[in-house]
């Protein structure tokens, strides 16, 4: 079964990925998750807001 993750949590992560708080590859390693699902959430997000 594939992991699901809140908006909340999402938002947070994107945030600091728009930030350049951490890059994906960290934000990768520290969440657990790959880097081409942050990299999808990221560029909906920026898409989302045009």
């Given amino acids: 079964m594939r992991k ?3 908006p909340t949590v999402k ?3 994107v945030l600091e990925l728009l930030k ?3 890059t994906l ?3 990768a390693a520290h969440y657990g998750i790959h880097v081409n699902q942050l ?3 990221r560029q909906r997000a920026v ?3 045009v």
């Fill in 4 to 6: 699901q993750y809140p």
């Fill in 11 to 13: 938002a947070k992560i």
């Fill in 20 to 22: 350049e708080e951490k």
């Fill in 25 to 27: 590859q960290e934000a």
């Fill in 39 to 41: 990299r999808q959430w």
């Fill in 47 to 49: 898409a989302d807001l």
